[in-house]
């Protein structure tokens, strides 16, 4: 049973780029997170994805935006990539039905902006 | 509004001494709470997790978390520390249901074991 998977697992990039991060969810999970993770902070949220819609967003800006696919897998696009981007992306499935159960997360992909 | 306080974002720890790490949390509606570990360039992997059924909660590799509701707090106890688990630990509260899930986490807790 394939758990999360996320592509790549690290990148560099220099400002003002763009970046696309991908994730498949957990077999069965229709529901994709996406959170960013600074070194020494906890996660923060970013967006969720639901039935190919944002169904809720977190504090980032507008640079930051995503995708569903009809097979559930997500895209996570940051443009103007800024010094502080710099983070460990991680992506989280659920499943939506199933209601507060606990979210299972990739490894993340590792980004540095130089 | 919800939010997770840890207290202490680095314990210590003798090899076979208890563990316990810190969670309050506020929430406006009758919380879900979990545990997750995250072990170095990794994801973050359940521990346990509380969804009001029993307040004291088993999770893996020997970890327990009870859920005080007048305490508003969800501390994670190991009776036995192993050199295996030093990691950092974060706490999350989370609400919603059919596709909307909004989960907050701490800023965790990094433990150190010391032989």
């Known amino acids: 049973d394939a758990g999360v998977t996320q592509s790549p697992t690290h990148l560099i990039k220099t400002r003002g780029q763009q970046v696309t991060l991908r994730c498949s969810p957990k077999s069965g999970h229709d529901t994709v997170s996406w959170y960013q993770q600074a070194l020494g902070q906890g996660p923060q949220f970013i967006f969720q994805y639901y039935e190919e819609e944002e169904r809720q967003r977190g504090n980032f800006p507008d640079r930051f935006s995503g995708h569903q696919f009809p097979n559930y897998s997500s895209e996570l696009n940051v443009n103007a990539l800024l010094l502080g981007d710099s983070a460990l992306y991680l992506c989280?499935?659920?499943?939506?039905?199933?209601?507060?159960?606990?979210?299972?997360f990739g490894d993340g992909t590792r980004l540095s902006i130089l | 509004a919800q939010s997770v306080t840890q207290l202490g974002s680095h314990v210590s720890v003798s090899e076979g001494a208890l563990v316990l790490l810190r969670c309050n949390y506020s929430?406006?509606?009758?919380?879900?709470l979990f545990w997750y570990v995250q072990y170095p360039n990794q994801g973050l992997q359940l521990l346990l997790k509380?969804?009001?059924?029993?307040?004291l909660v088993k999770g893996i590799n020997g970890f327990e978390a009870e859920f005080k509701k007048s305490e508003t707090s969800f501390h994670l106890t190991k009776p036995s520390a192993h050199m295996s688990d030093a990691a950092e630990y974060f706490c999350a509260v989370s609400r919603g249901s059919g596709g909307y899930q909004k989960v907050t986490f701490g800023i965790g807790t990094k433990l150190q074991v010391i032989p």
């Open positions: 929430s406006s509606v009758p919380p879900y």
């Open positions: 509380y969804t009001s059924a029993a307040t």
């Open positions: 989280a499935s659920s499943l939506a039905l199933a209601g507060n159960q606990p979210q299972h």
